[in-house]
């Protein structure tokens, strides 16, 4: 991000909020609020991850009085989130208490990531606490389970840690090993005048560090699987309560490895609670993403294969192995051959690509076809023949596109 425009100080304080956050923080909207600096960007929102979904907080600094703290503005559905007061007595009076922004120092680049982290926390709290006062037994019965199931997990974790430890495993070490902690269900209370109200769970799984899983692993945050669970409430009429709705959600990054949108989630029986189904969804998981990993090799194998038929690829997805470009000669005819391999590779073909290096467009950009994804092939070949039966598809397939290059050459 640029942060041309903005004051020193806010430029410093949004560099260490993106650098040091724990998860990708979007800014949008960066605007001017004084009359005497109007080229000044002094105000914007955050786009602040929360529940699988994202809130919208408008960040408002003052560029004619820096030394003054920024005032935050929450969503119109939050208006009674009051993150600094807590009520004191009876008659709904309450009293500021100890916060972010009672020490503010503008020269301190941590402080704006301070205030977004607690703010956050105290967020995460107020939601827990709507969705706790809703007035639904199915809702109090499924809290009550699933955040049994979860201090179990943790109690279990610290357990293992304690007994690494007694005999002289660092706790540095047990860090690294593939068990990490939960970092927490998260849950959101959405209701309002046009829409039914519901409640929203974000639900972490798999004990598993996948990163560590990832030989020369690229990623920088730890890659995390959540199912998105969101009831209804207070169909109490029902006499059966109706299953909820369903989704499975990733970090954007994991999708280079493992297709959340292709597994088949388990059915919802009658009668099932989340903390019921969950293990059955965790192993199916655990098995596919261990499947995913084994298939990096597989794809590096059949990259490999081609090498001797159409030499060493120029350029190769060195650790997910979805990608290799060839530079392929067929006679004085020169191109290059773009192969891209999916994640369910070598149940899905290869979708391949051709790049002219002698013919351009008149636009200057060289001359590519459409991907072709029809050509014969069989995930039951071994990665020789796969590799072969390619490599016999391009003899006639490079004509082809030699002939489209030099059609696409005459009308330009």
Known sequence: MSYDGFPPFISAHLQYLLNHYPHTIQIEQARSGTRYFPGSLDRFTLLIPYCLDYMKWDVIYNAEFPLAAPDVIFGAEDEDFHPFHVPCGEDGDSRLVKNSLTDWNNKDPTRLLALVTELRDKYRSYQEKRVGEVDDDRLKFEISTIVSREKRLLYRYFVVTAFLCTIG???????????????????????????????????????????????????????????????????????????????LMCTPELKALFSIDDVKLPSWLDGMCMAEYLPHLEELLQRQVLEAVTLIDVRRQFIEALAPLLGRPLEADPVFCRKASYLVCSGPFTFMLHVFLSTNFPKQQPSLMFQSTQHFNSLGMPVKSPLITEYPWSPRWETSQMADRISDFLVDESLNFKRHCNESHLQH
């Open 169 to 247: 495993i660092s706790f540095l070490h047990v860090t690294e090993t593939p068990v990490i902690v939960l970092q927490g269900i998260e849950m959101h209370m959405s209701s309002g005048v046009e829409k039914p109200e519901e409640v929203k769970f974000a639900v972490p799984l798999m004990n598993m560090n996948i990163n560590k899983m990832v030989p020369a692993c690229p990623w920088i945050h730890p890659q995390k699987i959540y199912l998105q669970v969101i009831y209804p409430v207070g169909r109490k009429y029902a006499s059966v309560p109706s299953a909820p709705r369903l989704k």
